[in-house]
């Protein structure tokens, strides 16, 4: 299995934290937000391959963090050509990008460079692997209001789901699609398709939504912390409770 971060976006809702940095190289709890999901995603044992891609702005940032790093061996960079928020690919065609440019066949996760997250990502993958279509993480977030900012599912009685909408007006749950995806070999070709047929390339909720209509998309729901890292406010909220946690030794080193 292939795992790839997408870390390719601009962020500009959390400038200037991120006019010269990444988000995902932001730290969080004195630890990179980066570092945070190699925790979750090094535990899990049959990965073959992890991609970051990131941007043409950002790629030295990455380079630089990666020499240092202990997994340096481990990771391969790509950089998808881009310089700004304005001429960006999105986080599907960065997706499609990296599965051309590294001739992937095989099945994919996908996380998202910005998630922070506290379930283990084995238990998404064996949810996953019994199942017969594509799958997504899924996370109560316990408020209809705070629901409108993100992709809001419903899934029935066996976990597919059977509505999705991305940053509906009119939410109808408050179960929402948190970044983190996966792909069995046979559902990848849908990518392609997507790509080619659609222009709304920067959600992924979008594509999901989309590949939900025309196949089978199963949510493994989660009950663990996660964190939106939006903007100012909620970086800071979420670098307060994970220097917490850290005090009182809730989150692994």
Not at 166 to 184: H, M, N, R, V, W
Not at 186 to 199: G, L, P, R, T
Request: include cysteine.
């Amino acid at each position: 299995m292939t795992l790839i971060i997408l870390a390719a976006g601009y962020a500009v809702r959390l400038q200037p934290l991120t006019l010269n940095t990444s988000k995902s190289l932001l730290s969080v709890g004195n630890k990179k937000i980066i570092d945070r999901i190699l925790e979750k995603v090094f535990r899990i044992k049959d990965i073959s391959a992890i991609y970051i891609i990131t941007n043409s702005k950002f790629f030295k940032n990455f380079s630089d963090w990666l020499k240092a790093s202990k997994h340096e061996n481990k990771i391969s960079l790509i950089c998808d050509g881009t310089t700004t928020n304005e001429n960006r690919l999105g986080a599907i065609k960065d997706l499609e990008f990296v599965i051309k440019e590294e001739f992937i066949t095989g099945d994919i996760m996908v996380v998202a460079g910005d998630n922070l997250f506290e379930f283990d990502l084995n238990s998404f993958l064996a949810f996953a692997r019994k199942k017969d279509g594509v799958s997504i993480a899924v996370h109560d977030i316990g408020s209809l209001e705070l629901a409108k900012n993100y992709g809001v599912v419903k899934t029935d009685a066996d976990q597919r789901v059977v509505d999705f909408e991305e940053k509906p007006q009119d939410p109808k749950s408050t179960l929402i699609s948190t970044g983190i995806y996966y792909f069995p070999k046979n559902k990848v070709a849908f990518i392609n398709e997507y790509v080619k047929m659609q222009d709304k390339l920067d959600a992924p909720g979008n594509y999901i939504g989309w590949i939900a209509k025309r196949d089978k998309v199963y949510g493994f729901a989660f009950s663990e912390d996660w964190y939106d890292i939006g903007g100012i406010e909620s970086y800071r909220k979420a670098d307060e409770a994970y220097q917490k946690k850290a005090d009182v030794g809730e989150i692994g080193t």
